[in-house]
């Protein structure tokens, strides 16, 4: 898997409000990568080509849209790799800062009823299953290196550089990040 971070796209994902500018914006980002550039997680050359592609959900404010990734295959040794942007946490389809959201209200008052009103396309047993994830997996780890969930972008980074996987990922399989930082 790898996942593309990017500083100028990251805010702009939960103002999509349909499924052809969620693919756009997606393709979008997708293009800016140099292929050939990326590395495998088999410490290969990075010689990848467009193996075909797969379709996920992706639950946004506007409603549950479906998103075309696309899948590079090494030709160095054969392994395929989605590219997800670091906005997408693998194997779920509630973005990361919506499920750091949810983080971050766990303890509010009226923090669940908060996300259900601003979120009516995730359910309250997802809300839950982020809940526990973060606290069976996550919080520890985040403490450990002193990580905090305030910057999303210091997060996604933070986390790639102690445990090689993105915040919130399920499995623990191999996981690239590959970044770009957007000079103004």
């Given amino acids: 898997m790898i996942t593309y971070h990017n500083d100028k796209i990251k805010s702009k994902l939960l103002e999509i409000d349909s499924e052809s500018k969620l693919q756009d914006f997606y393709d979008a980002a997708v293009n800016d990568i140099n292929r050939y550039s990326i590395g495998c997680v088999n410490s290969c050359g990075g010689n990848h080509i467009i193996h075909g592609y797969y379709f996920r959900k992706v639950k946004l404010p506007f409603g549950i849209f479906r998103l075309r990734i696309m899948r590079l295959k090494c030709k160095d040794c054969g392994v395929t790799h989605a590219i997800l942007l670091s906005d997408l946490v693998p194997y779920t389809s509630i973005p990361l800062a919506v499920q750091v959201e949810i983080i971050r209200k766990q303890s509010s008052k009226n923090g669940l009823k908060l996300i259900l009103d ?39 980074i933070s986390c790639f550089s102690n445990y090689l996987v993105q915040f919130m990922q399920v499995k623990m399989t191999p996981n690239i990040l590959y970044t770009f930082n957007h000079i103004a």
């Fill in 118 to 156: 601003c979120h009516p396309e995730i359910c309250e047993c997802e809300i839950y299953n982020v809940i526990l994830r973060y606290r069976n997996h996550w919080q520890e780890r985040l403490n450990t290196f002193r990580i905090s969930l305030g910057n999303l972008n210091t997060l996604v």
